[in-house]
């Protein structure tokens, strides 16, 4: 292991004035954050996946923007890490899972060519599968349905290129967009302080990709069909952005984006994929109390027969909204904070496989320590929540 890691862990039992011991169950909740005493070490969570197991793997970037890839268990607990070599850089959030392995895409210098690699829990090991030699840059990735993919990179010479990716990683097509000239150096400093603004993915089964890139001067949603060939773009300019998109079914998304310097959310968006849309023209409803440069995503939640789209931002006051839409109306049903003295930054909400929930963010302690924070709910709590 080249980094040892201190765990401090805060474990909140559903019976917390019970003096009796209560023995665990995965369906508890967990409060965990990962430190590590050595100055100048800070940690930038970018992604997290649910094990066969129910454990987590957490995808990384140091400082140095290194890969550092992080396991814990069901309840938590640590389990193992590793940081890899120098010459891999600038993983991207796109953790994806094909049988017991998992797999996500970082950048090889001196290249910066996008490669794959490979997490063998079981072994404890990470390593490089293959390269994609002549796509630098890499910036977003994601399944479009089972064991197939879509990866974005970007380089000075063809500008955006969207690739889809087979069943064993071989690329199947790729697609050149719009050619956008940046200096080496500005590309670097934009891929690095502007990645979570890149995605992509698909829905209606695949029928219908997008991506989130730079074209013209901005960041630009664009629609094309199952085989890349652009068919519609949400257009904004100068600082609007889309933040995040989440499918939500019967062909509707759910959007956070960024206009006129005011954060909005919308959560029942019936896409226009074969024409251009200005940002502006979205609807919503403006959210006043969210950190706009920080992330906002969301995710559909099922408990029991039900199923809740959640909202995530962080707030001015540097705590996560939980927002909860009911899926069959529309309608706000309940609102959960989480965080206190120490700022969050929300990354990435998802359900797990026992009907809770599961958030991983990036908290500041001691206002300079930038450390991961996993924290569960299980779903007894979103069911009182509710």
Same mark, same amino acid.
Request: charged share 20%; with cysteine; net charge negative.
């Given at each position: 292991?080249?980094?040892?890691?201190?765990?401090?862990?805060?474990?909140?039992?559903?019976?917390?004035?019970?003096?009796?011991?209560?023995?665990?169950?995965?369906?508890?909740?967990?409060?965990?954050?990962?430190?590590?005493?050595?100055?100048?070490?800070?940690?930038?969570?970018?992604?997290? +996946? =649910?094990?066969?197991?129910?454990?987590?793997?957490?995808?990384?970037? &140091? @400082?140095? #923007? !290194? *890969?550092?890839?992080?396991?814990?268990?069901?309840?938590?607990?640590?389990?193992?890490?590793?940081?890899?070599?120098?010459?891999?850089?600038?993983?991207?959030?796109?953790?994806?899972?094909?049988?017991?392995?998992?797999?996500?895409?970082?950048?090889?210098?001196?290249?910066?060519?996008?490669?794959?690699?490979?997490?063998?829990?079981?072994?404890?090991? +990470? =390593?490089?599968?293959?390269?994609?030699?002549?796509?630098?840059?890499? &910036? @977003?990735? #994601? !399944? *479009?349905?089972?064991?197939?993919?879509?990866?974005?990179?970007?380089?000075?010479?063809?500008?955006?290129?969207?690739?889809?990716?087979?069943?064993?990683?071989?690329?199947?097509?790729?697609?050149?967009?719009?050619?956008?000239?940046?200096?080496?150096?500005?590309?670097?400093?934009?891929?690095?302080?502007?990645?979570?603004?890149?995605?992509?993915?698909?829905?209606?089964?695949?029928?219908?990709?997008?991506?989130?890139?730079?074209?013209?001067?901005?960041?630009?949603?664009?629609?094309?069909?199952?085989?890349?060939?652009?068919?519609?773009?949400?257009?904004?300019?100068?600082?609007?952005?889309?933040?995040?998109?989440?499918?939500?079914?019967?062909?509707?998304?759910?959007?956070?984006?960024?206009?006129?310097?005011?954060?909005?959310?919308?959560?029942?968006?019936?896409?226009?994929?074969?024409?251009?849309?200005?940002?502006?023209?979205?609807?919503?409803?403006?959210?006043?109390?969210?950190?706009?440069?920080?992330?906002?995503?969301?995710?559909?939640?099922?408990?029991?027969?039900?199923?809740?789209?959640?909202?995530?931002?962080?707030?001015?006051?540097?705590?996560?909204?939980?927002?909860?839409?009911?899926?069959?109306?529309?309608?706000?049903?309940?609102?959960?904070?989480?965080?206190?003295?120490?700022?969050?930054?929300?990354?990435?909400?998802?359900?797990?496989?026992?009907?809770?929930?599961?958030?991983?963010?990036?908290?500041?302690?001691?206002?300079?320590?930038?450390?991961?924070?996993?924290?569960?709910?299980?779903?007894?709590?979103?069911?009182?929540?509710?």
């Amino acid at each position: 292991m080249r980094s040892l890691i201190y765990l401090f862990i805060i474990l909140f039992l559903l019976s917390a004035c019970d003096e009796d011991i209560v023995e665990y169950n995965s369906t508890e909740k967990f409060n965990s954050i990962f430190d590590n005493p050595s100055e100048g070490i800070n940690y930038t969570p970018l992604d997290v +996946i =649910e094990t066969n197991e129910g454990g987590y793997i957490v995808l990384s970037k &140091l @400082a140095n #923007n !290194t *890969i550092f890839v992080l396991k814990v268990s069901n309840r938590g607990d640590f389990q193992w890490s590793r940081q890899l070599e120098p010459q891999y850089v600038d993983p991207i959030a796109g953790l994806v899972q094909q049988g017991d392995k998992y797999y996500f895409i970082a950048a090889t210098n001196p290249n910066a060519t996008s490669t794959l690699f490979e997490i063998n829990d079981l072994e404890q090991k +990470i =390593e490089p599968l293959r390269t994609y030699d002549s796509y630098p840059n890499p &910036l @977003a990735f #994601n !399944t *479009i349905n089972p064991n197939t993919y879509l990866l974005l990179t970007y380089n000075d010479t063809t500008g955006m290129v969207l690739s889809k990716i087979q069943d064993g990683f071989a690329m199947e097509w790729a697609r050149r967009f719009d050619t956008v000239k940046l200096t080496d150096q500005n590309i670097l400093t934009f891929r690095r302080t502007k990645k979570e603004e890149f995605f992509v993915g698909a829905y209606n089964s695949g029928s219908v990709l997008y991506f989130n890139g730079l074209r013209g001067n901005s960041l630009n949603l664009t629609y094309t069909n199952d085989q890349g060939i652009q068919s519609g773009l949400i257009e904004s300019q100068a600082q609007d952005k889309i933040n995040s998109i989440t499918e939500i079914g019967s062909g509707l998304l759910a959007i956070n984006y960024f206009y006129n310097n005011q954060s909005y959310f919308v959560n029942s968006y019936s896409p226009i994929v074969q024409d251009t849309v200005e940002i502006e023209f979205l609807g919503g409803g403006n959210v006043r109390d969210r950190l706009s440069i920080q992330k906002a995503t969301s995710a559909v939640i099922p408990v029991g027969n039900s199923e809740y789209l959640v909202n995530a931002y962080t707030t001015l006051d540097g705590r996560i909204k939980l927002n909860f839409y009911d899926q069959n109306s529309g309608d706000l049903v309940a609102i959960k904070y989480i965080g206190g003295i120490d700022p969050l930054a929300v990354v990435k909400i998802a359900p797990t496989q026992d009907e809770g929930m599961i958030i991983l963010s990036k908290i500041t302690l001691a206002g300079t320590k930038e450390r991961i924070n996993i924290f569960k709910i299980p779903k007894e709590e979103i069911l009182e929540i509710l």
